[in-house]
């Protein structure tokens, strides 16, 4: 992205990755480095040669974490059925970068986006066997996750953002959307223990080939909390014609359903007033949930 999104964001470029990798990893020093076009929010992600990713927080809040994110990697990699980013090496703060950062293996695939997949129901299917599998990782001592907590959680922020939202031009009726946040609200939070969830399967953070799915990346938010989170595809990206075929595979009761559907609304009506003029990919892809949303 040209235009930086947060009040608080990094001065990243090209050259500043080649310095890190001298000082830090000389032994892929000598490699191309280009950045990534990406929809995402948190880093900045680089190309090293042909093998490897740099990922370098945008902000504070994206660099925390990564040690154990690293560590949780490793242990997920062998309880999910598609491929997950690979941590080869953390990096320290220099070269006027203030925080920590990290690099992956490269896993090749394309990024997804809302409403263009090719054959849906094929990847709805992939999809719930990705959010079923993480669910029974039977992985002791993990973190709360990011979104792990009660919808309730998040009920003072989504209804600032929907006042900020009827301050725009955005063509949506901020009755109906509150409407729609007051019903996901009323449902009774989920009674189980926490299991594992990615907790950001926004398209950005989904590879495709063919068909298929063929990557899950940026564990960054994962860890334990309420499952319904991880049900956010069913708007974020698959079309309605699909939703049943996701719905059905993931088999989720009827209020951990209705969950999921408000974690979709909160994270597309917080992101569509901050990001509507810094990122066009985010941005695009919170109207298409709020369409969806509504549309029932």
């Given at each position: 992205?040209?235009?930086?999104?947060?009040?608080?964001?990094?001065?990243?470029?090209?050259?500043?990755?080649?310095?890190?990798?001298?000082?830090?990893?000389?032994?892929?020093?000598?490699?191309?480095?280009?950045?990534?076009?990406?929809?995402?929010?948190?880093?900045?992600?680089?190309?090293?040669?042909?093998e490897?990713?740099?990922?370098?927080?945008?902000?504070?809040?994206?660099?925390?974490?990564?040690?154990?994110?690293?560590?949780?990697?490793?242990?997920?990699?062998?309880?999910?059925?598609?491929?997950?980013?690979?941590?080869?090496g953390?990096?320290?703060?220099?070269?006027g970068?203030?925080?920590?950062?990290?690099?992956?293996?490269?896993?090749?695939?394309?990024?997804?986006?809302?409403?263009?997949?090719?054959?849906?129901?094929?990847?709805?299917?992939?999809?719930?066997?990705?959010?079923?599998?993480?669910?029974?990782?039977?992985?002791?001592?993990?973190?709360?996750?990011?979104?792990?907590?009660?919808?309730?959680?998040?009920?003072?922020?989504?209804?600032?953002?929907?006042?900020a939202?009827?301050?725009t031009?955005?063509?949506?009726?901020?009755?109906?959307?509150?409407a729609?946040?007051?019903?996901?609200?009323?449902?009774?939070?989920?009674?189980?223990?926490?299991?594992?969830?990615?907790?950001?399967?926004?398209?950005?953070?989904?590879?495709?080939?063919?068909?298929?799915?063929?990557?899950?990346?940026?564990f960054?938010?994962?860890?334990?909390?309420?499952?319904?989170?991880?049900?956010?595809?069913?708007w974020?990206?698959?079309?309605?014609?699909?939703?049943?075929?996701?719905?059905?595979?993931?088999?989720?009761?009827?209020?951990?359903?209705?969950?999921?559907?408000?974690?979709?609304?909160?994270?597309?009506?917080?992101?569509?007033?901050?990001?509507?003029?810094?990122?066009?990919?985010?941005?695009?892809?919170a109207?298409?949930?709020?369409?969806?949303?509504?549309?029932?």
């Amino acid at each position: 992205m040209a235009t930086k999104m947060h009040a608080d964001e990094a001065d990243i470029d090209a050259g500043l990755v080649q310095r890190l990798l001298r000082t830090q990893f000389p032994e892929w020093a000598d490699l191309p480095v280009r950045r990534l076009a990406s929809g995402g929010t948190v880093n900045a992600i680089y190309r090293v040669g042909d093998e490897l990713t740099v990922r370098l927080p945008l902000t504070v809040d994206g660099a925390e974490g990564l040690d154990a994110e690293a560590r949780w990697l490793g242990e997920l990699a062998p309880l999910v059925p598609v491929p997950i980013p690979t941590a080869v090496g953390l990096g320290e703060p220099a070269e006027g970068y203030p925080w920590a950062w990290s690099v992956h293996r490269w896993i090749e695939g394309e990024v997804l986006a809302e409403g263009r997949v090719a054959r849906p129901e094929v990847m709805a299917r992939d999809l719930a066997g990705f959010v079923t599998a993480i669910r029974k990782a039977g992985l002791d001592g993990g973190p709360p996750a990011h979104r792990g907590e009660p919808l309730a959680g998040a009920d003072a922020e989504t209804r600032d953002a929907i006042e900020a939202l009827r301050r725009t031009d955005e063509p949506f009726d901020a009755d109906a959307i509150l409407a729609a946040w007051d019903a996901a609200l009323a449902v009774p939070a989920w009674p189980q223990a926490p299991c594992w969830i990615h907790s950001d399967l926004m398209p950005s953070n989904l590879l495709g080939a063919g068909d298929r799915l063929a990557a899950v990346i940026d564990f960054g938010a994962a860890g334990l909390g309420d499952p319904a989170v991880d049900l956010i595809p069913a708007w974020n990206l698959l079309p309605s014609s699909a939703r049943q075929v996701f719905r059905d595979c993931v088999d989720v009761d009827d209020d951990t359903w209705a969950r999921g559907r408000g974690w979709a609304l909160s994270m597309a009506v917080i992101q569509l007033p901050y990001y509507r003029k810094t990122n066009p990919v985010i941005s695009a892809n919170a109207r298409y949930v709020i369409k969806q949303v509504l549309a029932g």
